[in-house]
């Protein structure tokens, strides 16, 4: 009976301490694995915003999961949308790539409002500072008179007034202010 017992509390012992280790490698891997979401993460974000077609009439979005980059957003031509699958797909750990970008249909008169609507905001002496840079942090993005704006804003009177402004141009018929406010430089 004793020999029985002691056999027991060593099997007990010795699981407890493989799964003690067990978890230590899991707690390792998931660490791991974070960081190779987070490189992934900024590798996307470069080779989207160094797409030379980019604009601020363009907007581009993606979501990683695992292996699996969803790209999403709107842009204003074809040619733009397979640049961004072929340049994601490019990123190392990247094996499937799920383009959901939608593409805005042609149209003079969204045309006249994209430019109408960068004028309004970015003449305003206030918003001026986001026109600055190869990629501004504001995007207009126009379909059939409804504008959306994307991107992010220092504060929250700088998204309020970029609605407002974007609001003032004739034939707009709505505004969706999706601007976000940056919480911390």
Not at 40 to 66: C, S, W
């Given at each position: 009976?004793?020999?029985?017992?002691c056999?027991?509390?060593?099997?007990?012992?010795?699981?407890?301490?493989?799964?003690?280790?067990?978890?230590?490698?899991?707690?390792?891997?998931s660490?791991?694995?974070?960081?190779?979401?987070?490189?992934?993460?900024?590798?996307?974000?470069?080779?989207?915003?160094?797409?030379?077609?980019?604009?601020?009439?363009?907007?581009?979005?993606?979501?990683?999961?695992?292996?699996?980059?969803?790209?999403?957003?709107?842009?204003?031509?074809?040619?733009?949308?397979?640049?961004?699958q072929?340049?994601?797909?490019?990123?190392?750990?990247?094996?499937?790539?799920?383009?959901?970008?939608?593409?805005?249909?042609?149209?003079?008169?969204?045309?006249?409002?994209?430019?109408?609507?960068?004028?309004?905001?970015?003449?305003?002496?206030?918003?001026?500072?986001?026109?600055?840079?190869?990629?501004?942090?504001?995007?207009?993005?126009?379909?059939?008179?409804?504008?959306?704006?994307?991107?992010?804003?220092?504060?929250?009177?700088?998204?309020?007034?970029?609605?407002?402004?974007?609001?003032?141009?004739?034939?707009?018929?709505?505004?969706?202010?999706?601007?976000?406010?940056?919480?911390?430089?």
């Amino acid at each position: 009976m004793n020999k029985i017992s002691c056999f027991f509390l060593t099997l007990v012992m010795g699981l407890t301490m493989a799964g003690a280790a067990g978890a230590q490698e899991g707690s390792q891997s998931s660490v791991a694995d974070q960081k190779m979401q987070d490189r992934m993460t900024r590798e996307i974000r470069h080779e989207l915003v160094m797409l030379p077609q980019l604009t601020i009439f363009d907007n581009l979005a993606y979501k990683v999961n695992g292996d699996t980059v969803t790209l999403m957003g709107q842009v204003r031509n074809a040619v733009l949308k397979d640049s961004a699958q072929q340049a994601v797909k490019r990123v190392e750990g990247v094996e499937k790539v799920d383009n959901q970008i939608q593409i805005l249909p042609p149209s003079p008169n969204d045309d006249r409002i994209r430019r109408q609507v960068a004028r309004a905001i970015f003449n305003d002496n206030r918003l001026f500072r986001y026109s600055i840079g190869s990629v501004p942090p504001i995007h207009i993005i126009v379909n059939g008179g409804h504008v959306a704006l994307e991107g992010v804003v220092d504060n929250e009177a700088d998204k309020n007034v970029a609605g407002i402004r974007a609001n003032t141009v004739p034939g707009v018929f709505g505004v969706k202010n999706n601007l976000r406010v940056e919480t911390s430089k």
